[in-house]
């Protein structure tokens, strides 16, 4: 038998009560306005949807003071001026039938009011047909003015302090560097696919990006920089379903790490792992697995045949015919590649010829090459003590579960030697008989079974500590380079890098700045480099502005990002002398179990699991 809720007191009287208005609207802004990023993407976007061919971004403190947007649109007249902050209040659709052939941006009729809702915001605008404009400031979603006022055509939008109401949500707002960069990001999303609108943003009364009007190539080179435009291929494919236009990077622009890659439904930025599946996999065997392409790809397709009314950012898009699109656009990609005669690199000095590098090529590891010089060899043959510890690791580690969740205890190695006649390692449970396969993993015999090691993990640990180590203690040791190189930071990192500097030349760089985005690099750490100064510093930021979403200790987030970007990679052959200190040097380590980014350097197979294996 079912209960039955009694409710005492009045009967006529319920425990359910409508929320005041300027509560809802706060609790629905936390859906469409969730940092300074987001008011940036509506305002941009209201923008195009009101027919500007000029836009103007305007921000202050990363948008936590100030985000203006300023354009040349239709602009409103009095009453919607009023009516573009009410809820649910759009010009976009009109009837049910609207949802189903969505072609601007906005629909909802919810982001003035959202934004309205947790911040002061100003607004100026003057419709086309009008000769006296509006000037209205609402507070919370309180109106505190309308006037009349002398404006331009088009509307100025200013958002003032954000989540001033709110201060749960201003309190876990990143630092400004990090905001910036996710404003930014989304400004790049909206400039990329209209390349015929006027763009530009300035920040703190700096101009951190001028876009004028051009075509989709110029406005990728005037984003990525002069280099890009010989390394980029047109895509173009036009079928009964959909168009697809736009660029593909050859090898020389992939990357370990995502970011470079566009993708465009109706010049609505969205996201679509599926699609960059189809991409990727029409490069076939022209990059390596762990790398990802370079593209801008606009798809055009009839707003019927799509749905945009998914999440709240519309980044998510559910295609009619998700195949079919796949399909095209993996043909098309590759019929671009195919035309321009894009092969790949071969790299004949490795045993497989297919696996190359085609940014950066690692020389062969010969003596006092920069990755010795990282080891810091002291000799090829090890030491009685390293013996001695070696012994004491392998039998401890015998006993370690490697897949538990729980961190093990540090193995404490010890430097108080004992008289014991030395132990043979050249038996099991010998750095001395390691070995390493498919170029990416160590395998080393232990009491118990077997070890494997991430040869990668595993460097990264040991750079990562001492890189930290030295960082804290003294200044590293640097060595002028011959020829200085420049370096072009993008405008988005610009506030990073120059905060860094003072701890850069601790860590061993002499960088100096020559213009508003140019650096030179004249020295760099004595322990080298894999690559050229100018290549290691642009991945170097580019990671150190990642790791700032774990708001980590600035000491450590730079002795992180330049482990992660020396270390020895997957896929990198390595000498016998060399697979020896790599893992004498591991276990040498305060922790040894995992790389800085959490990842495992090694696992143990015990001698019951491989026998395990072995059974019928």
């Not at 599946?277 to 593209?295: C, Q």
């Not at 009314?309 to 009619?320: A, G, L, M």
């Not at 590098?357 to 002291?378: A, V």
Request: negative net charge.
């Amino acid at each position: 038998m079912s209960k039955i809720l009694v409710v005492e007191g009045d009967s006529m009287s319920g425990i359910i009560d409508l929320l005041p208005e300027s509560l809802a609207n706060q609790i629905a802004a936390g859906e469409v306005i969730q940092r300074p990023a987001s008011v940036v993407k509506e305002l941009l976007e209201n923008a195009l949807d009101a027919g500007a061919d000029a836009i103007k971004l305007i921000l202050k403190d990363s948008g936590k003071t100030l985000i203006q947007v300023v354009d040349n649109g239709i602009g409103m007249n009095e009453v919607d001026a009023r009516m573009c902050f009410e809820r649910h209040a759009t010009s976009k659709i009109k009837k049910s039938d609207d949802l189903f052939n969505i072609k601007s941006f906005g629909f909802r009729g919810e982001a003035m009011a959202s934004i309205a809702a947790v911040a002061s915001v100003e607004l100026k605008s003057k419709h086309g047909s009008h000769d006296i404009g509006t000037h209205i400031v609402i507070e919370g979603s309180k109106l505190k003015r309308q006037t009349p006022c002398n404006t331009s055509q088009g509307t100025s939008i200013a958002v003032r302090n954000l989540f001033f109401n709110v201060p749960a949500r201003r309190k876990f707002l990143k630092s400004d560097p990090v905001e910036l960069k996710h404003i930014l990001e989304e400004f790049i999303r909206v400039a990329i696919p209209n390349p015929d609108v006027h763009f530009s943003v300035h920040h703190n009364e700096n101009e951190l990006y001028h876009f004028p009007k051009s075509n989709l190539r110029q406005r990728i080179v005037n984003y990525f920089g002069k280099g890009v435009n010989e390394k980029i291929v047109p895509v173009t494919e036009k079928t009964e379903f959909v168009e697809i236009s736009g660029f593909v990077g050859k090898p020389d622009l992939i990357k370990k790490t995502r970011g470079d890659q566009y993708l465009f439904v109706n010049e609505r930025f969205i996201k679509s792992n599926y699609l960059n599946h189809a991409i990727k996999m029409a490069f076939d065997s022209l990059i390596p697995k762990d790398h990802h392409p370079f593209y801008v790809i606009m798809l055009t397709i009839d707003p019927a045949l799509i749905d945009v009314n998914i999440h709240p950012t519309k980044q998510e898009v559910k295609f009619d015919n998700e195949r079919l699109v796949y399909n095209y656009v993996k043909v098309a990609v590759k019929h671009a590649l195919g035309k321009y005669s894009v092969v790949p690199a071969l790299d004949f000095d490795g045993v497989n010829t297919q696996q190359f590098d085609p940014i950066q090529r690692t020389p062969e590891i010969k003596q006092n090459t920069s990755y010795q010089n990282q080891l810091n060899y002291k000799s090829p043959n090890p030491t009685r003590q390293e013996k001695d510890q070696w012994t004491q690791f392998y039998s401890e580690i015998s006993s370690i579960d490697t897949n538990s969740k729980e961190q093990p205890k540090a193995i404490t190695l010890h430097s108080d030697w004992s008289n014991e006649k030395e132990k043979d390692i050249t038996t099991e449970g010998s750095s001395a008989n390691s070995f390493q396969v498919h170029d990416s993993y160590l395998i080393s015999s232990i009491k118990s079974g077997l070890l494997v090691i991430d040869q990668e993990a595993a460097h990264e640990r040991i750079l990562y500590e001492r890189f930290l180590a030295r960082l804290k203690d003294t200044k590293m040791v640097s060595q002028k380079s011959l020829f200085p190189e420049t370096v072009q930071i993008d405008p988005k990192d610009i506030g990073l890098i120059d905060d860094l500097i003072p701890k850069l030349q601790l860590a061993g760089f002499g960088i100096d700045k020559v213009s508003a985005q140019t650096y030179i690099i004249n020295s760099v750490p004595v322990d080298g480099l894999n690559e050229s100064p100018a290549s290691y510093i642009s991945r170097f930021i580019n990671t150190y502005a990642n790791n700032q979403e774990l708001e980590l200790d600035v000491i450590d987030n730079i002795a992180r990002s330049m482990a992660v970007n020396s270390s020895i990679k997957k896929g990198k052959k390595l000498e016998q002398e060399e697979i020896v200190e790599l893992i004498d040097q591991l276990f040498g380590c305060q922790s040894p179990y995992n790389s800085p980014s959490g990842k495992k350097c090694f696992i143990t197979y015990s001698l019951d699991e491989l026998l395990q294996q072995f059974k019928n």
